[in-house]
């Protein structure tokens, strides 16, 4: 595949809401630009370091000892759902506590969104391994910077996006009910990592 394929294919990913889009966007509507630079900063960190893992093989750790996975699974399943619980007692409280409480860990907050979703050390192994001119390591070096960059550019926009006062005005009209379905949004993918993990336990 050629490099302006991955980047396309890359750029589906990124917009398909999982996770990551919704920790942006949500950060987008609540937070400053600042903050959004800094989760963003974060979740492609977390991507940095999948990448770094499957070119160092270890999406092979991951087929052959499928217990990694699941725990892997298993604790992101499990951070999701603090995510989850974190926007749940936010809805019950004054903005000026929520951001007192939220102090400065945004980074944090972004690398372990990132970091829940062990598929993607699959996904980055495919797509070395579909590398155009075989996967040399001038070639892997530019394709990581290229994701990196596109996934900042595309998340950073999009946490901008949603900052837009029109969309920040809706968000404190409708506090609570927004708060309540995207905490339930992040129990969702929590219980899709969970379904997945059950799955895989092949019981
Ligand atoms: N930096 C990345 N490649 N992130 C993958 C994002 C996947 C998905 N769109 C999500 O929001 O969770």
């Not at 589906?12 to 996770?19: M, R, T, V, W, Y």
């Not at 991951?62 to 974190?86: D, E, I, K, R, S």
């Not at 960059?149 to 969309?167: A, M």
Request: aromatic share 14%.
């Amino acid at each position: 595949m050629s490099f302006i394929g991955i980047l396309i294919l890359q750029f589906f990913a990124l917009i398909i809401p999982g996770p990551d889009f919704l920790l942006v966007s949500r950060t987008g509507i609540t937070d400053s630009k600042v903050a959004v630079c800094q989760v963003v900063a974060g979740i492609c960190t977390g991507a940095l370091i999948w990448m770094i893992l499957s070119i160092l093989g270890l999406h092979i750790l991951f087929q052959t000892y499928p217990v990694v996975n699941q725990l892997v699974m298993l604790g992101g399943a499990c951070y999701l759902m603090v995510l989850a619980y974190g926007i749940a007692v936010q809805s019950n409280q004054e903005v000026a506590e929520v951001k007192k409480i939220q102090g400065q860990f945004y980074f944090l907050k972004g690398l372990m969104c990132n970091l829940s979703n062990p598929k993607a050390i699959i996904y980055f192994a495919s797509i070395f391994s579909a590398l155009p001119l075989g996967s040399d390591i001038t070639n892997i070096l530019i394709i990581i910077t290229l994701l990196l960059i596109e996934s900042f550019v595309c998340f950073v926009g999009l946490g901008i996006l949603f900052s837009h006062s029109t969309i920040k005005r809706t968000y404190y009209q409708y506090t609570k009910k927004i708060d309540i379905v995207s905490s339930f949004i992040f129990v969702f993918f929590a219980l899709l990592l969970l379904i997945k993990f059950f799955v895989s336990l092949d019981l």
